[in-house]
């Protein structure tokens, strides 16, 4: 059941209800504006700028063991793909998506590994804590497991 303007619109989801509201929304800020000549503040982040927050200056964080494992949690899992993984930390060689093993899915966390320590040390220091689509991202450092082979061969990153 729809009601008869959203008929009379051709309204069909929610999605374009929702649509309508921020055209709506902008337009009307938009005329505040231009009456009043002043910037209102925004509230919503248009999708361009929903990858990451402003960035942050990058200091290193301290690296003892000059490690260059790292693990990487709290990333979305429905919008976070390779390509905005290496966009998100740069100079990754290697990565391990971690998933259920019930159903295979992956749920927001990798092991990954950079080419240097520094690298490692730069990633921790400017990208821990900080957003990445709506989340707030934990990066450590990891310490090798003497049980299992890494960096894995098949894992690669192939430019």
């Known amino acids: 059941i729809r009601c008869d303007l959203c008929v009379k619109e051709g309204i069909t989801a ?4 929702r649509e309508r509201e921020e055209r ?12 009043y000549g002043f910037q209102l503040p925004s509230k919503r982040k248009k999708k361009a700028d929903q990858l990451m927050d402003a960035p942050r200056e990058a ?15 709290n990333l979305c ?30 749920y927001g966390s990798v092991f990954i590994e950079v080419a240097t320590p520094e ?12 957003r990445a ?12 497991d003497p049980k299992s082979i890494w960096p894995p061969h ?3 990153i192939v430019k």
């Open 133 to 144: 689509h709506g989340r707030v991202v934990n990066v450590s450092y990891s310490q090798p």
């Open 77 to 106: 899992a429905k919008q976070v793909d390779q390509e905005q993984l290496c966009e998100l930390i740069p100079g990754i060689t290697h990565i391990e998506w971690i998933t259920d093993r019930k159903t295979g899915n992956w």
């Open 154 to 156: 098949k894992l690669k």
């Open 24 to 35: 709506e929304m902008e337009s009307y800020e938009q005329k505040l504006r231009e009456i």
């Open 14 to 17: 929610k999605w374009q209800i």
């Open 119 to 130: 690298d490692a040390a730069m990633a921790v220091g400017s990208v821990n804590k900080k």
């Open 59 to 73: 200091k290193p964080a301290p690296n003892p063991k000059n490690l260059t494992k790292l693990f990487v949690k």
